[in-house]
């Protein structure tokens, strides 16, 4: 790979990163259209490499690519949020059954320690991203990672979902509360108990696995 495809490479990343921010932490509204024009000005980017990054959050669920109209962030109906629900915990359920005890919680452990920290700091994205994290590591203990992957898939979509939310979790939650759930989850994977590891998680709620 030469310079010059390392540095389109690099941009794209940027954009990416950029734009997944500011959809998974509610500062775009959904459906709300994103500007070619607007976004290569404001990213200090040119348009190819904008583009390479829309595809790929069309490709995660985060934007929608509407023929003669363009690219808006993506809105999910009632029927969408509850299927996607509904596909999360079948894929829980059949990854959970596979864990062992003396599995390695090593992963589990790190975005815990992410999550406090984020919590501490009252980072409300970063939260949501380390639970996501943290959900995504109990179910690759169970050692299928192609269900891993579309398991990730399905909560980048639920999360922006919630983003919508965001603020207002932030007035009625006590942030504490997901650390701690979280705490019982992971000792819950930790015995290797499929049956407690189902309460721990069902323990957060039949409509949510953030705060």
Excluded at 18 to 27: A, K, P, V
Excluded at 38 to 59: D, F, M, N, V, Y
Excluded at 143 to 156: H, M, T
Excluded at 198 to 204: D, M, T, V
Aim: hydrophobic share 40%.
């Amino acid at each position: 790979m030469g310079d010059g495809e390392l540095e389109s490479h690099s941009l794209v990343d940027l954009a990416l990163d950029r734009l997944s921010r500011e959809i998974l932490s509610g500062r775009t509204d959904p459906g709300e259209r994103l500007v070619e024009e607007q976004l290569t000005r404001r990213l200090g980017i040119s348009r190819a490499p904008l583009r390479e990054a829309l595809r790929l959050l069309a490709q995660q669920g985060l934007v929608e690519h509407i023929p003669r109209r363009g690219v808006r962030v993506a809105t999910l109906s009632d029927d969408d949020v509850r299927e996607l629900y509904e596909v999360r915990d079948v894929l829980e359920r059949h990854a959970v059954a596979n864990i062992r005890p003396g599995a390695d919680l090593s992963g589990l452990q790190a975005a815990l320690e992410v999550m406090r920290k984020s919590t501490e700091a009252g980072d409300r994205l970063a939260i949501a991203d380390a639970h996501r994290r943290f959900h995504v590591e109990v179910v690759t203990l169970g050692g299928n990672r192609q269900l891993s992957v579309l398991y990730e898939s399905v909560l980048v979509r639920l999360q922006l979902y919630m983003a919508v939310n965001l603020r207002r979790e932030a007035e009625v939650a006590e942030p504490s509360d997901g650390v701690h759930r979280h705490e019982r989850l992971l000792a819950a994977v930790a015995l290797g108990d499929a049956n407690a590891i189902i309460s721990a998680l069902s323990a957060h709620g039949a409509r949510t696995y953030l705060p």
